[in-house]
């Protein structure tokens, strides 16, 4: 593999990251929203993401446009493969995204409700269907020449529906401790009862899939289990577990409000590790490697030049319009 | 094959890229221009403290949100849409396309998301300097944004600067000439120019409409009247030269489009006719009812009064574009240009005879004509796109097979979600523009961060309230 691929796909895997942990937090949002019927707790918790939840969903673009100009191959075999699960995430984000506008255009309690309903099936949907996709994926797509070559439903089995499952409660648990940082009072006190059940979850989630994905594939298990592979493996399932300690003491002893989302942000961020061991060297695994699906040189260049220079911009303005709404939501303080 | 209602899977797949990205292009099309509007009303109240600037920056920015939403919205299903239904062509191509739209979403996506979030809510946390500077990147980003997909969309009808590897793959050679193709300045500029002719008469016809109804002595509603009449004087003609220079590239680069659109079945041996009008019959290759202005075709296309043209006879039957949609497609949007033009010109005379907010028929054809710019751009891009077929990458690669290894039945399937939701989401939201719309922009216009919505429905108006309506 030349040095080109390995850095785009660090560049994409980066990209991913980010979008699974900022768009996490804001679909969280939605997925905790039937556990807050009130209406003035739900004002406030869309608008503690209504500045920053484009920009975070801009990281999914990222996401998709990276792998059609960098690995347009693996983007021309993934996405047909998955296509129902996709079409069903595209038309999720169009009714959460637009309840962010509509919810508060609505004149009647009817109308706001509905938009809330589209809020919460919007979010919880596309929760589902990425972490569908993601287990999609893990489990194999079946490949021929250049092409997807299985069935339209190849991707539901009881593996992906618990990826699914997992990927709703993770992102419940992100947007759960995201709430723990921007809310004071009584609704903070509920957030963190929530913070802990679905938290747990999470972990449980973890668990069944990190236990389950070593006999998806024979060279997963000798990745996990082999030896001396298991030398350099076995820190990732133990950091997790300090990790859960470390979570579940901040969300029982109060102060430091800050300190679970962190927590939370690593404890991806380790599952994501977890995922790229499990992977590489592939894009689409057992087919298609990393190294076969690489746009030419030509493209890879062209576009690293721009990406060297823009990513550190985008993320420092990023930075700054968090750091403008930064601090615990001031409920007098809203938009239209 | 498997075939839906009749349809196989590459023209349903057709049928789904054709409904999504119209049902897109209308959202961008509107918020490209009120982007650069909101900037100039900001920029206008910060320069000149008058009120009214502020009032309509407040007005226009509440509809802006929402109709910036939609666009993002639909735009992300274009983005995984090359993937889903066009496999064969993302494979090929994504090596010349794919870095151009990873350029687009750095420098235009990110741009716009970071800081719409200030322009929306960050007024008083951020100071009027960095608030007008977020809002003017917004209005930048919505720009750049159309240059890469242009360039895109360009480099598809006029490709150059690749080779093809084995593997059937574009592979980029030269990437100045593949952003520069021929057809991407002409595309980009008769485009931008749409959008903003485009906002221009829907701002226009607002305020007709409130002037209409109340005979509104609102100066705000004066002022939008006003400036959206001078950018139509402006923009109008402009975009009338810059159709015709669009057009000679088509003709020089794509030539059978032209002839499509302009509905030449036979060739010309003595001079170019110019077919106003007819009905094509692409089965016979007549047109029937034709009505015809002799010789002028010839000097319009830049030849001669007794020039040669070659017509879609000598074109072989398959590498013919769909006829008749492309010539009534071309005529909507030509017609629309010469009335938006006319409407320039009355505007002009209205103001000049001074009886600009006077002049009740003037505004009865604003009115009728706000949503003209929405039209022509979907006929716009039906002519362009209808018009290159059958090839999806012109002269290299077919549409029909550019399609992904999908059944008819799933496509079909994803199809009627997309017609479903998209009527129902995006009707909604254009109904909530349009109650927006109905209100005239007040003196306590209530925008950006002033509302805050927990209390405005909870109906309790706390002292806090009157304070938080900032000026600045």
């Not at chain 1, 937090?25 to 939605?30: A, K, R, S, V």
């Not at chain 2, 797949?13 to 509107?30: D, E, G, L, N």
């Not at chain 2, 290299?396 to 008819?408: D, F, K, R, V, Y």
Request: with cysteine.
């Amino acid at each position: 593999m030349t040095d080109l691929t390995m850095i785009w796909a660090l560049i994409l895997a980066f990209a991913v990251f980010v979008y699974v942990v900022l768009d996490g937090f804001d679909l969280g949002i939605g997925i905790l929203y039937p556990f807050f019927p009130e209406k003035k707790d739900r004002d406030i918790m869309m608008n503690s993401v209504a500045p920053v939840w484009d920009g975070n969903e801009t990281w999914l673009v990222l996401g998709g446009g990276g792998l059609f100009a960098a690995f347009p191959l693996a983007y021309s075999i993934i996405l047909p493969a998955l296509y129902p699960p996709i079409i069903a995430m595209l038309l999720a984000l169009i009714f959460r995204g637009v309840a962010f506008e509509f919810r508060w255009r609505a004149e009647t309690a009817i109308g706001r409700k509905a938009w809330d309903g589209a809020f919460i099936a919007g979010s919880v949907v596309a929760a589902f269907a990425q972490g569908i996709a993601l287990g999609a994926l893990l489990q194999g797509i079946e490949v021929e020449g250049r092409a997807y070559a299985g069935g339209w439903w190849d991707w539901l089995t009881p593996f992906t529906v618990l990826s699914g499952v997992a990927v709703v409660a993770g992102y419940g648990f992100l947007g759960a401790c995201w709430l723990n940082l921007k809310l004071e009072g009584e609704v903070q006190a509920h957030v963190r009862r929530r913070a802990r059940a679905f938290g747990i979850a999470t972990v449980a989630g973890i668990v069944a899939v990190s236990l389950a994905t070593p006999f998806l594939e024979p060279v997963y298990f000798s990745r996990w289990f082999g030896w001396p592979e298991i030398l350099w493996v076995s820190p990732v399932p133990v950091a997790v577990a300090l990790l859960t300690l470390g979570l579940g003491w901040s969300l029982v002893t109060d102060g430091r409000d800050w300190l679970p989302f962190v927590l939370a942000l690593a404890l991806f961020g380790l599952c994501f590790v977890g995922l790229g061991v499990s992977m590489w060297p592939y894009v689409i695994p057992p087919s298609v490697t990393l190294a076969e699906a690489a746009a030419p040189e030509s493209s890879q260049m062209f576009m690293l030049v721009g990406a060297a220079v823009l990513i550190p911009i985008i993320l420092a303005y990023t930075a700054y319009a968090y750091w403008v709404f930064r601090g615990k939501m001031d409920p007098e303080e809203g938009y239209h | 094959m498997e075939t839906f209602l009749g349809m196989d899977a590459v023209l349903l797949a057709r049928i789904q890229f054709a409904f999504t990205v119209a049902f897109h292009f209308i959202f961008p099309a509107f918020s490209i221009g009120l982007a650069s509007y909101l900037a100039v009303l900001n920029g206008l109240w910060l320069w000149t403290k008058d009120e009214v600037y502020l009032r309509l920056f407040r007005f226009w920015v509440k509809i802006f949100a929402i109709s910036f939403a939609m666009g993002v919205v639909s735009g992300i299903v274009m983005s995984y849409q090359f993937g889903t239904n066009w496999s064969v062509f993302s494979d090929r191509t994504g090596p010349v396309l794919g870095p151009l739209m990873a350029y687009e979403v750095l420098t235009a996506f990110f741009l716009e998301a970071g800081f719409l979030g200030i322009m929306l809510f960050g007024r008083s946390r951020v100071g009027p300097g960095l608030h007008m500077f977020a809002t003017a990147m917004v209005a930048v980003g919505t720009a750049i944004s159309a240059t890469w997909i242009l360039s895109v969309n360009s480099w598809m009808h006029t490709p150059q600067g690749y080779s093809i590897n084995d593997v059937g793959q574009f592979v980029p050679e030269d990437w100045w000439a593949i952003v520069f193709n021929p057809s991407f300045p002409y595309r980009l500029a008769h485009t931008l120019t749409a959008a903003y002719l485009t906002t221009a008469f829907i701002v226009g016809g607002v305020g007709a409409w409130h002037l209409l109804r109340g005979r509104s002595r609102n100066p705000a509603v004066r002022t939008m009247v006003s400036m959206a009449l001078w950018m139509i004087a402006v923009t109008a003609p402009l975009q009338i030269v810059l159709g015709h220079e669009h057009g000679l590239n088509t003709y020089e680069y794509q030539p059978t489009k032209v002839l499509a659109m302009e509905g030449h079945f036979e060739s010309h041996e003595d001079g170019i006719p110019l077919i106003l009008f007819g009905i094509p019959d692409q089965e016979a290759g007549v047109m029937r009812y034709e009505v015809s202005i002799p010789r002028i075709g010839g000097p319009i296309l830049e030849k001669g009064w007794d020039a040669q043209m070659d017509g879609l006879d000598t074109v072989p039957d398959e590498l013919e574009p769909p006829v008749g949609i492309v010539f009534f497609a071309f005529r909507i949007m030509v017609g629309i240009g010469f009335l938006m033009l006319g409407l320039g010109l009355w505007g002009l005379w209205a103001r000049w005879r001074g009886h600009l907010y006077e002049a009740r028929w003037l505004h009865r054809a604003q009115v009728l004509m706000a949503p003209s710019g929405l039209v022509a751009v979907i006929a716009g891009w039906i002519t362009t796109e209808v018009g290159r077929q059958p090839y999806v990458v012109y002269g290299e690669m077919l549409t029909a097979e550019a399609a992904s290894p999908l059944g008819a039945q799933a496509v079909a399937a994803s199809l009627v979600a997309f017609v479903v939701i998209y009527f129902l989401v995006f009707g909604a939201g254009v109904l909530y523009i349009l109650k927006l719309m109905s209100h005239e922009p007040k003196p306590d216009e209530k925008g950006e961060s002033a509302e805050p919505g927990p209390i405005r429905t909870a109906g309790t108006t706390p002292a806090q309230q009157t304070r938080k309506v900032q000026g600045a």
